[in-house]
């Protein structure tokens, strides 16, 4: 598949088949956001939600409904609670990021403030619990619900690791799993589940969000130290930051003694100077880090389309394929 059909196709043949419940989710994500009493809620959640974002996360519930069968009301209200859900999270994530910047614009926190961000973030999680309750299945709220829980159990060991540069890759997954994937997994899950799908159908959906999670957020690790994709962010964020992203754990367990040393100043001390992202970036291609990051980003990538092996075949099936495709395809 070339770069260009990858980049674009997938998603935009995706949205197009499921342009009528999209645009349904687009008018629920408008009505619930709205608040009488606190108009700054609305304000905030609109600068982020109407920014632009491809919508992937309530498209794969959408996805996962109709590839299941399902001709009920109710993939609508939990592809909104995902979007709701991945909202609150950004808006949190940027304040304990100190991010400028998100989707090619200022983030909320900047344009506001810190507090604003955080209490809109909270109204949002409290609305897609509403949301999902109004399904009526105790099974989609457990789902949710402990996506809920993960995410934040993601960022929190993400906040904890970070600056250690003895960190492992066993723990960056965990992070991943974390903060990225368990959204993905939950979000094919309970397309599945409002279906009334059986148990393997359900772990294959589970299995592809999961998989097509960590290969996002690996390509997105890479892309933040340069790829061919714009994704809203200063090259070097993460590094600044001192995240431990694949990249980075792979050149610290390959570093000689004095490399090492640089590894612990930048990322451990934070004592960053001009010109280090530049030499971290040597580095990378001194060991190979960012093509062997790649190669696991495309490894998760097969993973997620060989888990939709189990699942009904159907012509959304062949888009969520090219989806897994059109992730790694962002970098080259």
């Known amino acids: 598949m070339s770069l260009d059909v990858a980049?674009?196709?997938p998603h935009e043949q995706l949205a197009e088949a499921l342009a009528d419940d999209l645009s349904a989710v687009n008018d629920m994500i408008r009505a619930r956001m709205a608040s009488e009493h606190a108009p700054r809620i609305p304000e905030v959640t609109a600068h982020l939600v109407e920014a632009g974002g491809k919508r992937l996360r309530p498209m794969l519930t959408l996805a996962a409904a109709r590839m299941c069968g399902y001709d009920g009301p109710y993939h609508v209200h939990l592809a909104a609670t995902v979007e709701f859900i991945h909202t609150a999270t950004l808006l949190h994530d940027d304040v304990v990021d100190e991010s400028n910047q998100r989707r090619g614009r200022p983030t909320a926190n900047l344009l506001w403030d810190n507090s604003?961000?955080?209490?809109?973030?909270?109204?949002?999680?409290?609305?897609s619990f509403q949301l999902m309750v109004e399904t009526g299945s105790l099974r989609v709220l457990d789902i949710l619900a402990n996506a809920a829980a993960t995410i934040a159990e993601g960022e929190v060991l993400q906040l904890t690791a970070q600056a250690d540069i003895a960190t492992t890759e066993d723990t960056y997954l965990k992070v991943v799993r974390g903060k990225t994937a368990a959204l993905f997994s939950a979000a094919m899950e309970v397309g599945g589940e409002i279906a009334g799908q059986d148990d393997a159908i359900k772990r294959a959906l589970f299995d592809y969000g999961d998989a097509l999670g960590i290969s996002f957020q690996i390509v997105d690790d890479l892309l933040d130290y340069g790829g061919t994709d714009a994704i809203g962010k200063n090259t070097g964020d993460d590094f600044r930051e001192r995240k431990l992203t694949l990249p980075v754990i792979r050149a610290i367990?390959?570093?000689?003694?004095?490399?090492r040393d640089f590894w612990t100043r930048t990322i451990g001390k934070g004592r960053q100077e001009d010109g280090d992202l530049e030499?971290?970036?040597?580095l990378f291609a001194k060991h190979g880090t960012m093509a062997t990051t790649r190669d696991t980003a495309l490894e998760w990538s097969e993973k997620a389309k060989a888990s939709l092996g189990a699942v009904p075949d159907h012509a959304l099936r062949k888009m969520l394929i090219d989806l897994a495709d059109y992730v790694v395809a962002r970098i080259t």
């Open 7 to 9: 980049a674009t196709k």
């Open 253 to 259: 367990a390959a570093a000689d003694a004095e490399e």
């Open 279 to 282: 030499h971290a970036q040597a």
């Open 116 to 127: 604003s961000s955080v209490l809109v973030g909270d109204y949002l999680f409290a609305r």
